[in-house]
Structure formats: structure tokens, C-alpha cells
């Protein structure tokens, strides 16, 4: 048994949690309350608030077994910290720890958390290797019990085939008819990952139903953080496949990548039409959705990725952060990612230029900042590449290019102060018509997010630039016509 009691955690986070400053994190994006955060979990809407767990070591900027740090937010940009919720302090989970998970609420109005339990056991061969099963949690919104019946989804759930080492990530619901469903992520004998369909009538005794969907080595190999949600009359399932090989408009390493099909409810058969990447962009990563109370079906994601989680500045007392949430849409069998319409309603002093004819490197008045919300139109025309800087002085930027007869669209922070060893620069397709492109960016400290042409694609990237380089500054081979709309937030 380790000594990484609940109590232990919410009293070290109260210490340190409490001593960093608003003014050292970011504005709008939710970061760990004190030490290390990678996934969003258990994003749900709860009695009148967003609720969103994440992967939390309190205790240091790296991963380590895993907690569920807590918070909540009645606009999903400002964030109010709750005790962690979880603690690898059960038999379940008392080795690596509370992995990935989800949250709905209870016929009896309690909050059902469902997440990966993983231990350490004893191989025949002496082996030490993790075991990966699902618990739940049940609690008010503040404090969670671990009921005795913990795990309740082992490899012996799953039909023949499946490693009992790689089963993790339940995304929980409930159906109309008031059962529970959750869609797990596990590992097939061909060693890709599949998608698991479980149901449960009480949230407590569970049953396989199906295989939604395999791999079969196609999309990387094993599959992380499920999600399975109607969007627009179609029917999404998300996920994230790891070690992927570039292929098409998939880069390599992790990605997250959207089939969008039909689902047959009464055979629990899906369909999947198309599929594509989730954000075009470097750092990005395990995302998760909700459903708002008006119908809204939004996401959240890591921004960040396992391939560059040691390029944090020094001395920093929290490492990690989600993206700004983002309402998704079905258009022309893609899905589109915009900002969360709450994000206007923080629109303080706008700045605009209209038409401006832009050539040589030039700012514009009024155009910079590292918090902002920041909307670039650029005009069908003869320009041969169109370049933006961000985060930019003398030493430091990072860069968006846009070649419209490619219809390229590169992003570079090889000048954002990063180490040498972690990926700078990736590029997606934007379908534009003669050169026109839109570029809505935020920009939050150390993120940007990119939204190109109303959220076609999207690029998300964290960027290690000291916060002092705050320059904004357009260029263009050729003659580039340009309208920017910057706005500063009020938070
Ligand atoms: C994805 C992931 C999940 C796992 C969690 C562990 O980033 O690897 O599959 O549950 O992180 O922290």
C-alpha cells in the first residue's frame, strides 16, 4: 500500500495549490492546481456547473501515480479549484493509480465517476506489469466513495482476445431509456486497440454489448480516451491512436482522429463513413466531450502531448493544461471546432484594420498581445505565402504560413525558445477558394489556438516564448490584402 492518501493530497494542494497567483497561469485555460496534469476527465455538466477532472500528480511537474485533480465553472473559462477527487489509495488502484475516466450523474441525483484502475502484479514469468480494470466513484460533487465492488470491468468482461494490460479510458452516459453505457478503449491480440461497448443497468454491474470498432493496425496501435456521441444526425466516435505513422492528413505519433458513421441502436452496430484528424497542430491531445444543458456538444482536450512533456520552464510550480473548450458541428461530413460562444461575451477593446495591403514584415497598431482573441481575414489575391507571427521579438516567434496554391497551412515555433528535440513544425490542408483564408487565434500566455476558416482546422500549440515577446506582425511574398480584428478579454 502507498501512503498517497486523499487527505495527504488535498492538504498539500491547499498549501501549494493556494500560493500560485492567478497572474501565473493563464487566463482562460484551466491548468493543474498545483504539479502535473495530462488528461481532462470526467468533463459533465452537475448541478448547475461544468465539472472538469484531469490526471494529477499534486506533488510534482511530471506524471507520477495518478490522482483526479477537481474543478468548476459556470462559463468554462473561469475555473474555480475543488479538493482532488480521487487518490490511488484504494486495493483497485493503489499502484500507478486513478487513470483516465468519466462522469454522469445518478438516478438519485449522485455523480457517477467511472475511471481506469490500474496495479502493479506479478507476472508468472516475475515480471512486475500493470493491470488495467474500471472502478467507479460515487459522490455529491465534492467528496467521491469507492463502493467495495471496485473493479467493476475486468479483462474477464471483454470476449477472448484482449490484454488485460491495455484497458482503460471509460467515456460513461446514459441512454434515453435511463441506462448506463460506457465505450473503453482495449488492446486485441493483432496488438492494435479496439472500441468496447459496455451497459449496466445501475452503473454498478456492467456487461459487454460489442466491439464498435477495431484498428486492425490502420490508425496507429493501441487507442486511448474513447468518446461516442451524436453530433448533427451522425454518430462520432473519438479517439486517440497512438505511435501512428504519418499517413494522409495524420501526422506521426499520437493523434486524435474522429470516425463520423451511422449507429444502429437496436444492434449497437456503427457505421463509420469518414474519419479525419482533430486539430492539425503540435500539441494536442486525449480529448473529451459533454453534452451543455442547451444542446451544445463540446470538447475538451490536453494541450499538450506525451512527445514534448519536458520542455517546461524552470522552477515551474504547475506543468499542464486543457484547451479552451471548443463546440463541434458536422459540416460536409467534416467535423468544425469553434471557441465557446462564452469567449465573446469576454470581448473587452476591439482594434480593426480594415483592408490593409500588407508585403514586407509590418505590425499594425494596436495588433499584440499574448492574451487575446485575434481574427485575420486575408483576401483571395496573388500572393504567393502569407506569414503571421505570434509570441514575436527580436529573439523569438512562432509562425503560420499559408501557400494558397498548396492550400498549406505550416505552423513553426521553431524560433519559440523550445529544446531542439521535440517536433516545431507540422501542416494541414485548409480548403480555401483563391487564396481567401480566416485565422481566428487565441492566444493565452503560453497557447495558441488556431480556428482556420470558421474551425475546418484547427492548430493548437504551447510555446515556451518568455511573456515579454508579445509582438504580432504580418508579411507576404507577393500582395497580401488583410483585415484584422483584435480583441483583448475581460476575465
Ligand atoms: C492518455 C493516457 C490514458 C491514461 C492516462 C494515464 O494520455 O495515457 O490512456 O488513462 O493517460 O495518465
Redesign the pocket.
Known amino acids: 500500500m502507498n501512503d498517497l492518501t486523499l487527505q495527504k493530497a488535498r492538504a498539500y494542494e491547499a498549501e501549494h495549490g493556494a500560493a500560485i497567483s492567478p497572474a501565473e497561469r493563464p487566463a482562460y485555460h484551466l491548468t493543474p492546481y498545483v504539479g502535473w496534469m ?2 481532462p476527465n470526467g468533463f459533465s455538466y452537475y448541478k448547475g456547473q461544468y465539472h472538469q477532472f484531469y ?1 494529477y500528480n499534486p506533488y510534482d511537474v511530471r ?1 507520477a501515480p ?1 490522482h483526479w485533480g477537481h474543478a468548476v465553472s459556470t462559463d468554462l473559462l473561469h475555473w474555480e479549484y475543488l479538493p482532488c477527487a480521487l487518490a490511488p489509495d484504494s486495493p483497485a488502484d493503489n499502484g500507478p493509480g486513478c ?2 475516466g468519466s462522469a454522469t450523474q445518478m438516478d438519485d441525483g449522485k455523480q457517477l465517476l467511472m475511471y ?1 484502475s490500474v496495479v502493479a502484479e506479478k507476472q508468472p514469468n516475475g515480471e512486475m506489469r500493470d493491470i488495467q480494470t474500471q472502478s467507479i466513484a460515487i459522490g455529491d460533487g465534492l467528496n467521491y466513495e469507492k463502493p467495495a465492488c471496485n473493479p467493476v470491468l475486468t479483462q474477464k468482461d471483454l470476449p477472448e482476445g484482449f490484454s488485460k494490460f491495455d484497458f ?2 471509460p467515456k460513461i452516459w446514459r441512454e434515453a431509456d435511463g441506462t448506463y453505457s460506457v465505450v473503453t478503449v482495449c488492446l486485441a491480440e493483432d496488438g492494435s486497440g479496439a472500441a468496447a461497448l459496455f451497459q449496466s443497468a445501475d452503473g454498478f454491474d456492467w456487461h459487454f454489448v460489442t466491439v464498435l470498432e477495431r484498428c486492425n493496425n490502420q490508425y496507429g496501435k493501441m487507442w ?2 474513447p468518446d461516442f456521441f451524436p453530433l448533427d444526425g451522425k454518430q462520432v466516435l473519438m479517439l ?1 491512436p497512438m505511435e501512428m505513422l504519418p499517413k494522409g492528413e495524420f501526422h506521426n505519433g499520437h493523434n486524435v482522429i474522429a470516425f463520423i458513421g451511422s449507429y444502429d441502436q437496436a444492434t449497437h452496430t456503427f457505421t463509420k463513413e469518414n474519419v479525419q484528424l482533430m486539430d492539425g497542430g503540435i500539441d494536442f ?2 480529448t473529451q466531450t459533454t453534452l451543455a444543458p442547451d444542446g451544445r456538444r463540446i470538447m475538451t482536450a ?1 494541450l499538450q502531448t ?1 512527445s514534448d512533456t519536458e520542455d517546461k520552464p524552470k522552477g515551474c510550480k504547475w506543468f499542464g493544461q486543457t484547451i479552451c473548450p471548443r463546440e463541434l458541428h458536422i459540416k460536409d461530413g467534416r467535423i468544425f471546432q469553434t471557441p465557446v460562444r462564452e469567449l465573446d461575451a469576454a470581448h473587452g477593446k476591439r482594434t480593426f484594420h480594415e483592408n490593409v495591403t500588407v508585403q514586407s514584415e509590418t505590425s499594425l497598431e494596436g495588433i499584440k498581445g499574448r492574451v487575446a482573441d485575434l481574427t485575420v481575414t486575408v483576401q483571395p489575391g496573388e500572393y504567393r505565402s502569407f506569414t503571421l507571427k505570434l509570441a514575436a521579438d527580436a529573439d523569438h516567434h512562432t509562425s503560420l504560413t499559408y501557400d494558397p496554391h498548396t492550400s498549406e497551412l505550416t505552423l513553426d515555433r521553431s524560433y519559440a525558445g523550445s529544446r531542439a528535440d521535440i517536433v516545431h513544425r507540422r501542416s494541414c490542408k485548409v480548403r480555401s477558394q483563391n487564396g481567401a483564408l480566416k485565422l481566428r487565434i487565441l492566444l493565452d500566455k503560453n497557447s495558441i489556438e488556431v480556428f482556420a476558416n470558421d474551425g475546418e482546422q484547427t492548430m493548437t500549440v504551447w510555446i515556451y516564448t518568455p511573456q515579454s515577446a508579445d509582438g504580432i506582425t504580418f508579411a507576404a511574398d507577393g500582395k497580401a490584402t488583410i483585415t484584422a480584428e483584435q480583441f483583448e478579454l475581460n476575465l
Request: glycine share 6%; aromatic share 30%.
Open positions: 495530462n488528461d490526471q506524471w495518478m487513470f483516465s481506469t482503460r479510458d486511448e480516451c486517440g491531445y486525449a490536453w506525451w
